[in-house]
């Protein structure tokens, strides 16, 4: 089992629809969570982080950690064309300089 | 403000042949890191440098070497290029991680893409 699950999709949604991506994980020790966007022919960018478990919103972006199930969740309100990119969920233990782990990333198309 | 800078942006390579990725950031960062993007495999770790003067192995560095030459710049040699090493190659950077105040995001370079044939 990888330490980090995630659906590659291709995910295709209408424009305003509300978007839902997911990944899973088996590591109790991952602490930090986070989601990268990422535009074709571009590097990933964060997006959004959590520490430990609950909610965070910015804007139409609403992160959700819920770590006895061992599950995190990216939401996108009003979806827009803007948002179709590949989202990356990442995560890491609190100490140093650990690595960052990444999920294989969602492909997202929002249509106009 | 250039952030992660990689070079070259595309390479085409023989097999057997070899070469060396560059990249340079600018934003003091303690922590480099190399990663490859391959189709349904995601991003995988090939080294890291914690800080200047040390490296590590990640996921994937059979094939690899590197150096941490300075602060600023950490680059990626391919000795002896294989097929198997045609890929997107990503350099990114960040500040030490703190407890309960992760406020430095991993910085990514725009990637150098590399075939082998």
């Known amino acids: 089992q990888k330490e980090v699950e995630q659906d590659p999709g291709p995910l295709s949604v209408p424009e305003g629809a509300i978007v839902s991506l997911n990944c899973t994980y088996s590591?109790?020790?991952?602490?930090?969570f986070m989601w990268y966007r990422q535009y074709s022919r571009k590097g990933p960018e964060l997006l959004m982080y959590t520490y430990s478990s609950g909610n965070k919103e910015d804007g139409r972006f609403t992160a959700q950690v819920d770590k006895s199930s061992k599950y995190i969740s990216l939401f996108i309100r009003d979806s827009q064309p803007s948002d179709s990119a590949t989202y990356l969920c990442a995560m890491t233990r609190i100490s140093g300089n650990t690595p960052l782990v990444f999920g294989k990333g969602t492909r997202l198309s929002v249509i106009a | 403000n250039a952030g992660v800078t990689q070079t070259p942006k595309f390479q085409v390579l023989k097999t057997g042949q070899s070469m060396t990725l560059q990249c340079a950031q600018d934003?003091?960062?303690?922590?480099m890191y190399w990663y490859r993007q391959d189709p349904g495999m995601g991003l995988r770790l090939i080294y890291y440098?914690?800080?200047?003067?040390?490296?590590d192995k990640g996921e994937v560095p059979n094939g690899y070497n590197v150096s941490r030459l300075n602060k600023r710049e950490f680059s990626l040699r391919l000795e002896s290029a294989a097929p198997s090493q045609t890929s997107v190659y990503f350099c990114?950077?960040?500040?030490?991680?703190?407890?309960?105040?992760?406020?430095?995001?991993?910085?990514f370079g725009n990637g150098t893409r590399l075939t082998v044939t």
């Open positions: 934003m003091n960062h303690n922590s």
């Open positions: 590591n109790s020790a991952f602490q930090y």
């Open positions: 440098s914690a800080s200047e003067g040390t490296t």
């Open positions: 990114a950077s960040t500040d030490v991680l703190r407890e309960s105040s992760y406020n430095s995001p991993l910085h």
